[in-house]
């Protein structure tokens, strides 16, 4: 069973420029996640979905973050314009129905310079 | 929202040598995962473990769901287990909540 993908693995930027990451869940799971992870600490929630719409997005800063998942599958986060404080690893995750056991993409490292 | 700690928040052992990470929480949970990540910074799942105890290989794990804890146990350290562990836990549709976190550090 493949699990799920994430690109690109790495970039850089400079603040003020948008970037996009994609991601594709493990087949067969309705939910899928974005998570962001900054240097030494654990993963913070961005956005849930339960297959295209929107479960929890209350950790998600809307003014420059935005985030779909089209056909119920793949998904995209975005960043625009992006700030400094945004560097981070922003980690993808999906789940299947019943236990919510999350499984996790090897994340896109992001660094705004 | 609940509240995860984990400790030690870092440890550096010999190559063989046993450790137990703990985790607490402070409400009820119905799920909690123990994860490991790794120094590429994969989140690898180690146990979905909400109450009592599993193990696979050197690695074994238990809840003491009334009693908000969990425990992670090593054996046998190898240099591979080196990087991080997270616990993370939830209560029916709320969001996971991940610990703090403990750096293992392995040395030959």
């Known amino acids: 069973e493949a699990g799920v993908a994430q690109s690109p693995r790495y970039k850089i930027i400079e603040k003020r420029q948008s970037v996009a990451f994609w991601c594709n869940p493990i087949?067969?799971?309705?939910?899928l996640y974005w998570y962001q992870q900054i240097l030494g600490q654990g993963p913070k929630l961005l956005i849930q979905?339960?297959?295209?719409?929107?479960?929890?997005d209350s950790q998600l800063p809307k003014d420059r973050f935005s985030a779909e998942r089209l056909k119920g599958v793949d998904s995209t986060l975005k960043i625009q314009p992006a700030k400094l404080e945004d560097s981070a690893v922003y980690l993808c995750?999906?789940?299947?129905?019943?236990?919510?056991?999350?499984?996790f993409g090897a994340g896109t490292r992001l660094s705004v310079l | 929202g609940i509240q995860v700690e984990q400790s030690p928040p870092d440890l550096i052992l010999q190559e063989g040598a046993n450790s137990t990470l703990r985790c607490n929480f402070s409400?009820?949970?119905?799920?909690l995962q123990w994860f490991h990540q790794n120094p590429w910074g994969q989140l690898i799942n180690l146990f979905y473990?909400?109450?009592g105890t599993k193990q696979n290989g050197r690695l074994s794990a238990t809840t003491v769901a009334t009693e908000r804890y969990s425990l992670l146990y090593i054996s046998s350290s190898q240099t591979t287990d080196s990087g991080v562990y997270f616990c993370?836990?939830?209560?029916?549709?709320?969001?996971?909540?991940f610990g703090t976190g403990t750096r293992l550090t392995i040395i030959p």
């Open positions: 995750a999906s789940s299947s129905s019943g236990p919510n056991i999350q499984y």
């Open positions: 087949s067969g799971h309705a939910t």
């Open positions: 979905f339960q297959n295209n719409g929107v479960v929890d």
């Open positions: 409400d009820s949970v119905n799920n």
């Open positions: 473990i909400p109450s």
């Open positions: 993370a836990v939830n209560f029916g549709n709320e969001k996971l909540t």
